[in-house]
């Protein structure tokens, strides 16, 4: 029986393929879809990591053909690697949500992104895993272990809302009375004005008065 790797490292699972996959681009170690696939001289496909394995382990020969084989006369499986690079199939991470459906040759770097991705809580004591895109907001609102309970962000945030709310209103008075100030000033020199204007007005009226005794 030849050694088979465990699933980290075999092909991929046919069932995360989007269309069905034909019989010629499963590996003969894994049964699985072929990952970046090795040949021997006789051009019969694996894995890379299933056939490397069996030269380790099993024997230094091909286990289709059984001619003499090693790891550095592996040879890369081009026709075979472009084509399965196309097959649109699902993110490793489609049993915790993900629902992207990615080309072959994309996964990888799908992958490392993915927002599905398990990550752990890094607050003291929890050990939740949880997906990488909803880490903030378990984090800081949701776990039972947060630094900052969600309730006291609340009240600081009210109170600094509230503080600058008054801060405002603060300026708003300081503001109002100093207007009522200038108008008071207004209005006093307009009295003033208008006193002075009367004298004005009750002096002219003397003179004209005087003028037309010294006519008369
Ligand atoms: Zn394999
Ligand atoms: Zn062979
Ligand atoms: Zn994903
Ligand atoms: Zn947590």
């Known amino acids: 029986m030849a050694y088979r790797p465990n699933d980290y490292e075999c092909g991929y699972d046919e069932s995360r393929f989007k269309n069905a996959v034909d019989e010629n681009f499963r590996c003969a170690i894994c049964l699985n879809v072929m990952k970046d696939a090795r040949m021997c001289h006789n051009q019969?496909?694996?894995?890379?990591?299933?056939?490397?394995?069996?030269?380790?382990?099993?024997a230094q020969r091909c286990p289709q053909c059984q001619?003499?084989?090693?790891?550095?006369?592996?040879?890369?499986?081009r026709v075979i690697n472009n084509l399965i690079s196309k097959f649109k199939v699902s993110c490793d991470y489609a049993i915790r949500g993900c629902k992207e459906c990615i080309n072959v040759e994309d996964l990888?770097?799908?992958?490392?992104?993915?927002?599905?991705?398990?990550?752990?809580?890094?607050?003291?004591?929890?050990?939740k895993e949880i997906n990488k895109r909803d880490k903030i907001k378990h984090e800081t609102e949701l776990c039972k272990y947060r630094k900052i309970p969600s309730h006291d962000f609340a009240e600081i945030k009210e109170m600094f809302q509230q503080s600058s709310k008054d801060q405002v209103k603060m300026s708003i008075d300081k503001l109002n009375v100093k207007m009522e100030q200038v108008k008071a000033e207004i209005d006093k020199k307009l009295v003033d004005v208008c006193g002075l204007?009367?004298?004005?007005?009750?002096?002219?009226?003397e003179s004209k008065g005087e003028i037309r005794n010294i006519q008369q």
Request: net charge negative; charged share 25%.
């Open 197 to 205: 204007s009367t004298k004005i007005h009750k002096e002219m009226m």
């Open 44 to 58: 019969h496909s694996f894995c890379r990591k299933c056939i490397e394995e069996h030269l380790r382990v099993n």
């Open 108 to 127: 990888e770097r799908h992958v490392e992104n993915c927002g599905f991705a398990p990550v752990l809580c890094s607050n003291e004591r929890c050990d």
């Open 67 to 77: 001619d003499n084989l090693t790891v550095a006369a592996l040879l890369p499986s």
